[in-house]
């Protein structure tokens, strides 16, 4: 630890205690302008201490609107679905190649880790989605896509078993006449929870957080859209309806189309609470995760 | 990554024995996994040829006519080709040093606080890392709204200043996206530079403090150094993302707005432009290839250049 003076020492507080509030405030903001009552918005726009409150845009969510309950329920279960079968196919791929011995295992580790060098980008990856595997407008296209399995998670966690997994203990269970699956389940993983939390965790935040998939895949079932698609595709139609109603000047725009302003605030708010809910009970660990990923394995 | 697997080879390979069906059951756990690379990742990089295609969805994507250069040729007769080049480059060496530089001194000044309150500072800055681009985007929108946003009715009205409509102007987009990168990405590299330093051992501080060093320095000659492995990994593995961009920061967050196309525009938001709303897959296909190929050849040179300097922190 620097060892400074003790004027020097307040400068660091006050400094973290700006960007604290730096971190917060913007989602006050949001909070604050879902509770604001629609008219006090018009007139005054967003603020901390809106002169009126009102919860009509969340009655709105929870009472009228059709459309968030579903995409919540999409978003629910992509992240539940995508996240179990992302760890899982983590541990399978990463725990064989920690294992001493196992032929082409170098080669394999190989591959996996090319992937983070050399990737296809766009184009490719989504003709071939679309047009060989045909996943447009399917459940699939918001699961499959990226998201599945990580190339770097895998070669995290393979060096993860391969420091803290002693070979010893796997060639005694085998000894015991264990399988390799058996050997896996039993003995591996009960040691293994740390990284199986972090790759967990990372996954199920990136599938809560993707709009990508959707914007790219999903263009006629609407009904497949995440929170996300959801809260991405109403901030476009503002703007597209905004500059068409400047050239068109004069036509009626029918606002009711999209929800006012209110309403979109509320519904940004939702999407945001599952994550903030969860994050203080995983906050240590998240922090683990970052620093293990981040410090070369 | 993989340096310490060829010791680990050698040592294990007399054992060998049993043959090929000892390992069988190994193999087929990691079926899904790999079948889920070669489609998700080794598919894709074949198709990188696609650029060299006329692409026709009528005929079908592989009974496209090949065209040569002819897609690379139509990017470049563009302005876009340079645009989409010098920004997508240019923000990234404003994010890596700014990112970086203010990470660092982050890092230091959490490392000068012993009381609880480290904990409350820790988990406050990851909170902008956790949120979605989309609700990112949200945020900035009630702060720049030219309308109901904070910055015209709160800050700007009060002092006499005229509204400023600031999704038509793209003077402004320049910082506010660095500073929208920063706010998002400091908490990350903070408490990665900060997990390096509560690793250094107290006592190389002690003994600058007896050689009498001041606080300056102390982060000079102890604290820097110590971070220098950190520091040049980071830096290799972002200038190995050099061509690469935040799609949702350039194309949410200024709401997909072609006044600002100027200052938006990336290889990323181009090629998606051109694939999916304009119907450009030629162009959108030329630029994709040449991130591929530029972005794996600049990791490799970044790597071999590090190993020559500092082998410790090369990544392979």
């Excluded at chain 1, 968030?68 to 992302?86: H, L, P, S, W």
């Excluded at chain 2, 040592?11 to 889920?36: C, D, E, N, R, S």
């Excluded at chain 2, 987009?173 to 929208?180: A, G, K, R, T």
């Excluded at chain 2, 051992?201 to 009498?212: P, R, T």
């Amino acid at each position: 630890m620097i060892t400074s003076s003790k004027a020097a020492k307040i400068i660091p507080n006050v400094v973290l205690v700006i960007l604290t509030l730096l971190c917060v405030i913007p989602l006050l903001l949001l909070l604050m302008a879902s509770i604001t009552d629609e008219q006090t918005l018009t007139m005054n726009g967003y603020s901390f201490f809106p002169a009126k409150f009102s919860a009509a845009s969340y009655q709105y969510i929870f009472k009228a609107s059709q459309t968030v309950f579903r995409a919540y329920g999409v978003t629910f279960f992509v992240t539940i679905i995508g996240t179990a079968c992302n760890v899982l196919m983590t541990v399978l791929l990463a725990y064989p190649l920690a294992r001493p011995g196992l032929p082409a295992r170098n080669v394999i580790a190989f591959l996996v880790f090319f992937t983070m060098l050399f990737n296809g980008g766009l184009v490719p990856t989504y003709i071939m989605y679309s047009q060989v595997f045909h996943i447009r407008d399917t459940i699939f296209a918001l699961l499959i896509p990226t998201f599945l399995m990580s190339p770097f998670n895998v070669i995290l966690m393979r060096n993860y078993f391969k420091t803290n997994i002693p070979d010893a203990i796997i060639e005694a269970a085998k000894l015991d006449g264990a399988s390799e699956l058996k050997t896996l389940i039993e003995v591996v993983l009960p040691m293994s929870t740390p990284i199986i939390g972090t790759v967990g965790l990372m996954a199920g935040l990136a599938y809560w957080n993707d709009w990508t998939n959707g914007l790219y895949y999903i263009v006629k079932r609407t009904d497949l859209y995440s929170i996300q698609n959801v809260l991405t595709n109403m901030l476009n139609n503002i703007q597209f309806l905004k500059s068409s109603a400047q050239q068109l000047q004069g036509v009626n725009l029918e606002m009711g189309a999209i929800p006012s302003v209110g309403v979109r605030m509320a519904i940004a708010v939702v999407a945001v609470i599952p994550v903030m809910v969860v994050y203080p009970f995983i906050q240590k660990s998240f922090v683990k995760g970052i620093v293990i990923g981040g410090v070369k394995g | 990554m993989a340096k310490q697997a060829p010791a680990n080879a050698l040592k294990t390979a007399p054992k060998k024995q049993g043959g090929f069906a000892k390992w069988l059951p190994l193999y087929v756990l990691m079926i899904p996994g790999l079948a889920y690379l070669v489609i998700n990742n080794y598919l894709p990089m074949f198709g990188l040829t696609f650029a060299f295609k006329k692409i026709n969805y009528n005929v079908g994507v592989f009974n496209s006519p090949w065209c040569g250069l002819d897609n690379f040729g139509f990017l470049f007769k563009t302005k876009d080709a340079f645009i989409i080049f010098r920004n997508t480059i240019c923000y990234n060496l404003v994010f890596i040093l700014l990112g970086n530089v203010l990470a660092i001194v982050i890092a230091i000044m959490l490392e000068q606080i012993r009381t609880k309150a480290l904990k409350v500072y820790q988990t406050c800055i990851l909170i902008p890392y956790l949120l979605s681009i989309t609700v990112v985007s949200y945020l900035a929108f009630a702060f720049l709204s030219t309308d109901n946003g904070f910055i015209n009715n709160s800050i700007l009205a009060p002092l006499g200043v005229e509204p400023i409509s600031w999704y038509s102007t793209p003077k402004y987009w320049p910082f506010i996206l660095v500073f929208i990168n920063l706010w998002k990405g400091f908490g990350y590299s903070s408490i990665l530079y900060f997990a390096t330093l509560i690793g250094v051992d107290g006592s190389y501080y002690e003994a600058a403090v007896i050689d009498g060093a001041s606080t300056w320095q102390q982060i000079k000659y102890v604290t820097l150094p110590c971070l220098k492995t950190t520091i040049i990994t980071l830096v290799i593995m972002a200038i190995g993302r050099m061509f690469y961009s935040d799609f949702g920061l350039f194309y949410q967050v200024p709401m997909n707005n072609g006044m600002l196309f100027d200052v938006t525009n990336t290889i990323d938001t181009y090629v998606y432009r051109g694939l999916l709303q304009l119907n450009d897959v030629g162009r959108s296909s030329a630029a994709g290839f040449l991130q591929s190929l530029l972005g794996f050849t600049l990791v490799m040179i970044t790597n071999v250049i590090t190993r020559k300097v500092d082998p410790d922190s090369a990544l392979f």
